[in-house]
């Protein structure tokens, strides 16, 4: 019987190298490192009062690495092998099998998400069946289904402009009913990382 909706994190490990390798290319890995941190801890930190959220790490043997983020009654699990269509599909379904109503997928690229945004992906998904929070740079910062549809995720060019695109055209083919969400931007570049900081310093809560 499915009962509460559930919200997945995709997350990496924080090692040098191995994130925010586009940002590193300007900034050094050390500098795209700590950036990495910052902005996970942003995200973790906006989301910790909802329940029912997984954290899905990668790689598969980095669950001491990940064990202290975010709340103690957040649960955690390896993404698994393969591109991330693969874990994506693996993701959703592991949700659904585990009896979730709804599902939503966000990854620590955008650290302007709020607690909101998810609620407005729950509230989509009694309506519709894919709802889609669309990235500045083509792709998508969210996710919600209410179904496990694999298609969705299947020889997409992930990592390019056309992804949000190729998305909801593979939807409307499958006869899915989809919403988008509000744009926000990502943070993948040294320029999208210098205009997150600007306004930062811009914040009034600063």
């Not at 709020?114 to 709802?131: Q, R, S, T």
């Not at 943070?187 to 990382?193: A, F, G, H, K, M």
């Amino acid at each position: 019987m499915r009962h509460a909706n559930q919200l997945l994190v995709f997350l990496r490990a924080p090692r040098p190298g191995t994130v925010k390798t586009r940002l590193a290319a300007a900034i050094g890995a050390e500098a795209a490192l700590q950036a990495y941190e910052e902005l996970l801890e942003v995200t973790v930190t906006a989301l910790a009062d909802l329940t029912e959220v997984e954290l899905r790490f990668t790689p598969d043997d980095a669950a001491a690495e990940v064990s202290g983020l975010g709340p103690a009654s957040w649960s955690r699990c390896p993404q698994g092998p393969g591109d991330l269509g693969e874990r994506l599909i693996r993701a959703f379904a592991d949700s659904f099998r585990g009896g979730a109503r709804g599902t939503v997928v966000i990854g620590t690229d955008c650290p302007w998400i709020m607690p909101e945004d998810i609620g407005a992906a729950w509230l989509a998904l009694e309506e519709v069946d894919v709802v889609l929070g669309p990235a500045a740079d083509g792709g998508y910062w969210l996710i919600a289904l209410r179904e496990p549809h694999p298609e969705l995720f299947q020889g997409i060019s992930w990592g390019q402009s056309t992804v949000l695109a190729e998305t909801r055209h593979r939807a409307e083919r499958l006869g899915l009913q989809v919403r988008l969400l509000r744009e926000l931007a990502d943070v993948d570049t040294v320029e999208d990382w210098r205009a997150y900081q600007l306004a930062q310093s811009h914040s009034p809560l600063e």
